[in-house]
């Protein structure tokens, strides 16, 4: 919990960018979070994986942010990364599934 508590601090301190960038970046960045999520020795979990990609892209200038949302029934939580509003490297209804608890 301290760790996670330490990296939200972080994120939310981190500026978000609003400038232009390669459209190819999202998709560059994503693609190494995925084959680095591979080869990780332990399972990644979606905030890690939100975390990192959020924090990446914010570096290249992409306006990116963290989503974290919840389901009632059954009760599941779930992170992801968002670029201006759309889901990026998610599943296209994850928007639908979850109602966002927040974002940062």
């Not at 972080?10 to 190494?32: G, K, M, N, W």
């Not at 939580?77 to 979850?98: L, P, S």
Request: aromatic share 10%.
């Amino acid at each position: 919990a301290r760790n996670f508590s330490r990296a939200y601090r972080f994120l939310r301190r981190s500026a978000t960018a609003d400038r232009d960038y390669p459209a190819e970046i999202v998709i560059r960045v994503c693609q190494a979070v995925n084959l680095a999520s591979v080869w990780y020795p332990k399972q990644v979990r979606c905030l890690q994986r939100s975390m990192v990609t959020t924090m990446l892209l914010r570096r290249c200038g992409v306006p990116a942010q963290v989503a974290v949302g919840v389901q009632n029934v059954p009760f599941k939580a779930h992170a992801w990364t968002e670029v201006k509003g759309h889901a990026i490297n998610e599943r296209n209804d994850v928007q639908k599934i979850y109602s966002v608890w927040e974002r940062c």
